[in-house]
């Protein structure tokens, strides 16, 4: 594994490959122990969390295939999180503040220092989606318009010093939800799985060495640099420019702008958001490390599949946004369906901007939305939270049809088994099939969205965040849109954004987009 030569690598190709392999084995290894020790069905079937591996920069180093917008955000903002704190062995930090490195207030983020011999080595992290983060309205993503209305706000903060929890902050977290044991379940799973993680990553640290791991972070970062680089070469110097808009904001605006500019230049990347709208009252406004998330996705689609997770891959990726634009939102604004709605629509506009540039590799745009449902009871003696994203139909591409009834882009989660919905809450799913002829037409078929029917069997409340309901997901090189999405109760349509009271034996009825066509029939006909 050594070379003694000064100036050559300590790691030859094999020795890097096993290093990085080491590494997300310990990550996969953290997402087992958080799965298998969650209470609630959104950790434990859903799989609605992410794990990852930090330098003691806060740089990436690696991460498990969990949820792209937990990872890239993470990615994005995990330097200024740990450059702000003093560490200690032992320690473990909590956070879920949107404007000081979180996305949305249900994604608590825990995160454990690393130390060997004393030094501080890295980090190991764990992010998890929890139903109950004490808003008003039961699934804690409400059609809110402000930040407070969300939910606890936790600021970066220490849940554990050196190893003993420290008073009143556990305590502030399960008194704000409606179910304290099931959060309390939620939050111990998430701290195993990073005692587990920085167990792992100790071990490797002793066996390697220090110095000996410090050096594999930085050959692995550059290693992911080099690949990146060759990879985002082929796309042509320029400047590719590309619109789309958000349905609404839930509180009455509607068409929301968001453009970006990718300007190519050697394999180096600038996307600018300039031109994008001024956040807006409603909740779709989002933290810049949110829109990074969904930049960094999309190039990472176009490297190849060796490519390490790391901080090097993105080093030639550069964003800027207008402060106070919807990707850029300031304090205090609502941001609940920033992270799984407006993340979706950046994916959007840079595989729209990227297909003026590589037409023959982008896809057409999938279905646009996590399709978000927040439901339960805040009634005494009745009270439950649950949410879960559905799927839609993916974007063709030249090569391929779009697949049916799945999760795209920036959500990587499962559904929840209907037998666990059914045991777990008062619900009775009536319907769940794929929603046939909802993909775009074209050379190569868009995918078709799905149809999912909840019979309520107590009364309760929901609360839907939902996109693509006013404006089709688009096709690519003259295939046809896919149909837009349809939310229902009893029958009549709802909004995209709405909350509603519902009693005991009404139907609601969500009918998700198909995704877009790739290629004019007529022109192949021709």
């Given amino acids: 594994m050594k070379n003694e030569n000064k100036g050559e690598s300590r790691f030859d190709a094999i020795t890097l490959g096993l290093f990085a392999s080491r590494l997300e084995s310990i990550c996969d290894e953290m997402g087992a122990v958080l799965r298998n020790a969650a209470f609630s069905p959104n950790i434990r079937d859903r799989l609605d969390y992410s794990c990852a591996i930090f ?31 003093n560490w200690r062995a032992g320690d473990q930090v909590i956070l879920n503040d ?22 501080l080595m890295g980090f190991v992290v764990n992010r998890a989606h929890h139903a109950d983060i004490g808003a008003d309205t039961p699934g ?53 799985a990073n005692r587990a993680g920085a167990q792992r990553l100790r071990a490797l640290i002793e066996e390697r060495g220090a110095d000996t791991f410090v050096t594999g972070m930085d050959e692995l970062n550059a290693y992911g640099e080099r690949l990146a680089l060759s990879a985002l070469r082929h796309i042509p110097d320029g400047s590719y420019r590309f619109v789309d808009w958000l349905d609404d904001d839930g509180q009455g605006q509607e068409r929301i702008r968001i453009e970006a500019t990718v300007t190519v230049d050697a394999g180096h990347i600038e996307v600018d958001f ?3 709208a001024d956040q807006v009252s409603g909740n779709v406004n989002c933290p810049l490390s949110v829109a990074a998330a969904g930049v960094y996705y999309v190039f990472r689609c176009l490297m190849p599949p060796q490519t390490p997770a790391c901080a090097g891959v993105f080093r030639n990726i550069l964003l800027k946004a207008p402060e106070g634009c919807l990707v850029n939102a300031r304090f205090p604004a609502a941001v609940a369906a920033g992270n799984v709605e407006t993340s979706t629509r950046v994916v959007d506009v840079i595989m729209g901007a990227l297909a003026r540039a590589i037409p023959e590799r982008m896809a057409a745009a999938s279905h646009g939305s996590m399709n978000n449902l927040a439901m339960g009871s ?34 990587n989660t499962l559904n929840t088994p209907v037998e666990v919905l059914e045991q ?17 037409q074209g050379v190569q078929q868009g995918g078709d969205g799905l149809v999912r029917e909840f019979e309520f069997l107590e009364d309760a409340e929901i609360s839907l965040l939902t996109e693509r309901r006013l404006l089709a997901p688009w096709g690519l090189s ?22 509603r ?8 009825t969500i009918e998700t987009p198909g995704g877009g066509g790739w290629g004019s029939v007529n022109r192949e006909k021709n």
């Avoid at 969990?66 to 702000?84: C, E, Q, T, W």
């Avoid at 209305?149 to 409606?178: M, N, Q, S, Y």
């Avoid at 295939?479 to 909004?495: K, Q």
Wanted: charge should be neutral; include cysteine.
């Fill in 98 to 119: 949107p404007f000081l490195g979180g996305t949305h207030l249900p994604d608590v983020t825990l995160i454990a220092p690393v130390f060997a011999s004393e030094r």
């Fill in 140 to 192: 804690s993503m409400p059609v809110s318009s402000s930040l407070e209305e969300e939910g606890l706000v936790i600021e970066p903060v220490h849940l554990f010093r050196a190893g003993k929890r420290v008073d009143g902050i556990w305590e502030k977290i399960l008194d704000a939800t409606r179910n304290p044991q099931a959060a309390e379940g939620d939050l111990t799973a998430q701290i195993s």
């Fill in 378 to 411: 805040a009634l005494k003696g009745q009270t439950w939270d649950y949410y879960e994203t559905m799927g839609g139909g993916m974007g063709a591409s030249r090569d391929t049809p779009g697949l049916s009834a799945v999760q795209t882009h920036m959500t």
């Fill in 274 to 276: 300039s031109g994008t």
């Fill in 478 to 499: 003259g295939g046809g849109n896919g149909c837009s999405g349809r939310n229902l109760l009893n029958g009549e349509v709802l909004p995209p954004k709405c909350h």
């Fill in 55 to 85: 330098d003691a920069q806060g740089e990436l180093g690696a991460q498990a295939a969990h949820i792209p917008v937990h990872l890239g955000s993470m990615a994005y903002a995990m330097g200024d999180i740990v450059n702000r704190l």
């Fill in 424 to 440: 777990q809450y008062p619900l009775r799913i009536r319907r769940y099939q794929v929603r046939r002829g909802s993909g775009g």
């Fill in 501 to 508: 009271k519902l009693r005991a034996g009404d139907l609601l």
